[in-house]
C-alpha cells in the first residue's frame, strides 16, 4: 500500500522552546547564471557562485524555507542583474519567509569577460577580472558592497634609472670624442641593451562599500581604474602593439606607492562610493617577495 498523506514537515511541527534568534541561516555555493548589462545595451550571461542568507529572528521556529530562497536565487537568471534587480530579490527572500525573517543577504562571484583592443594593430582578444557583489538588506536599508581584482604592469623607476645609468656610461665608453655622428649613435644603442629595468605584473583589489548607491556599469568601472594606472595588461597583440606597451611602460614608471595613489584618486572623486579598503600588490621579479600598499578611505570626523 502506498502511502498518500502529506509530507511531514519536522521545521513546522516541532517549536524550539527555551530558544535564540540567529543571525545569518542560509546556503553557500550555489551554481547560477548571472545576465549582465554591458556597453551598448549588450549583455553578457556568466556563470556564478551565490550565496544567499537571511535572519531566523523568530526563536520559536525550528529553521527555515531554504528550498523557497533557492527557487527565488533561479529568478535572478531571467533578469539584469544590477541593483534593481538585487533589491527585489532581497525583498522576496524576507517575504517568502513567512514572517520569521526581517532580513536577508546575497553574495555573488563570478569571472567577467570583457573585449579589449590591442594598443596599435586593432586587434581583439579577451580578458577575465574577478568580481564579487554582495547586498543585505536590513531593516528596511539596502547595503551593497563590490569587489573587483584589476591585473596592470609596473616597471620599477628605481631599476629604470640605474638602467639608463648603465646605457650612458656604455655610450661614453663607445664615443671617446666630443663629437658624436648620429648613424653611428644609433647603431651602437640598437645593437646589443646593456640593462632592462624590471617589471611585473601587479595587482589592484578594491573592497568598494556603496550603501544604496547606484553602481556604474562594471565594464566602465574596471577600464576607469586602467585608464587612471596607465598600463593595463593585454591579450591579443603584435609586435607594433608590444612596442607601445613598452613605450606605455616608461612613460608610466611606477612604485607600488604611486598606482596605490592613481587608484586612491580616483576612488576619492567618485561619490557613489560611500567607503573603500584596497590592496595594491606588485610580484616583483626583483625579489622573492612583493611590494604592497593597504590603504582606505580616510575617516572623517
Known sequence: MQFTGSLPDIAKTQIETGAYPLQWVGMEGIAVPLTLSLAGGQAQVVAATASVYVSLD???????????????????????CDKEGLDTLLGKMVESQSGISQSAKIDLAFDLLLPKTSLLSN?????????????????????????????????????????????????????????????????????????????????????LTLGDSSWPSLPSLIFS???AIGTPVQTMVKRSDEQEFARLNANNLMFCEDAARKIKAVLEQSTWVKDYWFKVEHQESLHAHNAVVIDRKACID
Do not use: W
Not at 523568530?58 to 539584469?80: C, F, P, Q, V
Not at 554582495?134 to 531593516?139: I, P, R
Not at 656604455?170 to 640598437?190: G, M, N, R, S
Open 225 to 227: 581604474f586602467e585608464e
Open 123 to 207: 586587434e581583439t582578444g579577451y580578458q577575465t577580472y574577478r568580481v564579487a557583489i554582495s547586498g543585505q538588506y536590513c531593516k528596511g536599508v539596502y547595503d551593497y558592497g563590490l569587489q573587483v581584482t584589476i591585473p596592470y604592469s609596473s616597471t620599477c623607476p628605481c631599476s629604470a634609472a640605474l638602467s639608463r645609468q648603465l646605457l650612458a656610461n656604455a655610450l661614453d665608453e663607445a664615443f671617446t670624442t666630443p663629437q658624436v655622428e648620429k648613424q653611428a649613435l644609433l647603431t651602437q644603442v640598437q645593437a646589443a641593451s646593456v640593462a632592462t629595468p624590471h617589471s611585473q605584473r601587479s595587482y589592484a583589489y578594491l573592497d
Open 58 to 80: 523568530d526563536a520559536a521556529e525550528k529553521g527555515i524555507h531554504m528550498s523557497r530562497l533557492h527557487a527565488i536565487l533561479n529568478e535572478l537568471a531571467a533578469t539584469t
